[in-house]
């Protein structure tokens, strides 16, 4: 188990000129459970690389408990990995497969068997642990690779690279959360890299949410929700994402492209670059009074109905209250408490 330091951290890959990952510092706390969260390409597997050891740094450190292992190869690093296809061995049986890692490291036959066990009882493959691998179907086999990830309780690390991309979708919210639970009981620190938010957020306790090379922001599931960092999280987590629209803001008030007026709960120094107001659909309801918007369509997302407006001429999302009917002049209300001031992606601080 290992706490993981990255000092000044960063990656071009040789002749593309560029940042792959900007550079950062960032620490994951020794038996923390973090998803690496972000769009193709923002990085999430260079940094995962760099983790493992896959991929040297072109500059920083990497710390596994104050030691630095920037150039130590991944054998070397004992890290567990998991991947997006099943790495099995076809000819043994599932117990042979999970307890392959155990084997290697020297476990006595009777603590690996108890080891192995729990770890298939804990994945649901119990009744299948004396079946040979080949006889056993894609979402089966991608649970002996988490189970070959989870069995040894001695790594610095385990990494999953979107190790649900093969699952079955009925059978991801299940493994989702028995991922959690294993993390419950075995409290090493884990990696989860994946661009899918509902995966991060179920599984995570910190979620670090990367797009184009940097790290946006590290937080709870919940701290990306109520305050987002950057208009990149308030948009990306969330369905339907924050609503963002142009404004200028001049101490406690913004005045949006269309000239409406809304009250803000803190007041701004003078901000500067492009201003925009963020508020989630969630805190935005049709309601009796409120701003003027008009209408276009009622989406019925199952728990709860989403309806399209525009104002100001801009596209806005917001909660049409349970068992309000469709309002003939629709009005929009928005919790002032949730209302973000964002300048140039970043949220700004205000005073209360
Ligand atoms: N071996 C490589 N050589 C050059 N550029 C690379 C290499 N691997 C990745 N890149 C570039 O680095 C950036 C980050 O890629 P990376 O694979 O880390 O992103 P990602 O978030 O993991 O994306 P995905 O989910 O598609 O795997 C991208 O612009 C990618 O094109």
Redesign the pocket.
Known sequence: MARIAFERLA?G????G?Y??KPMDMVWEDAGAYA?L????????????IVSGL?RPSEGRVLFDGADVTALPPERRNVAQVFQFPVVYDTMTVRENLAFPLRNRGIAARAANARVEHVAGLLGLARDLDRRARNLGADEKQKISLGRGLVRDDVAAILF??PLTVIDPHLKWELRSRLKELHRQVPVTMIY?T?DQTEALTFADRVVV?SE?EVVQVGTPEALFDRPAHTFVGHFIGSPGMNLLPCAVAGREAVLEGGHRIALPRAYPALTGRIELGIRPEFATLARDGLPVALQRIEDLGRRRIARLELGGRPFAATLPEGMGVPPEPRLALDPARLHIYADGRLAEGEA
């Open positions: 990656h890959y040789p002749g593309s560029q792959a990952l690496l972000g769009p193709s390409g923002c990085g999430k597997t260079t940094l995962l690389n991929l690279d979107e890299v661009h990367m090379g």
